[in-house]
């Protein structure tokens, strides 16, 4: 299918723990595959590899995963009002 689109996701505080967020945005099942995902060096934060499961994404930043099926992004976002 080639490269997917962003996925916009809302997240309720300021930020959300990266392994939260894969799993929030169904990326990853658990939190054992958000770890080896986020080992592996597949995961970027606003342009920046990402190794820390436990790092703090914040509201406005871009996560970019690279999976078999393609890269997907998540936009993380406030929610709407």
């Known amino acids: ?23 929030f945005a169904s990326v990853v099942t658990d939190g054992g595959e ?5 080992a592996s060096g597949d995961v970027r934060v606003d342009g920046e590899p990402e190794t820390r499961r ?3 994404v914040h509201v406005g930043s871009l996560v970019e995963v690279d ?5 997907q992004e998540l936009r993380v976002v406030a929610p709407k009002a």
Do not use: Y
């Open 1 to 23: 299918m080639g490269h997917t689109g962003g996925v916009e996701i809302e997240i309720s505080d300021d930020s959300i723990r990266l392994g939260q967020l894969l799993k």
């Open 54 to 56: 436990g790092r703090q």
């Open 67 to 71: 999976l078999p099926q393609g890269r």
């Open 34 to 38: 958000a770890k080896a995902l986020i």
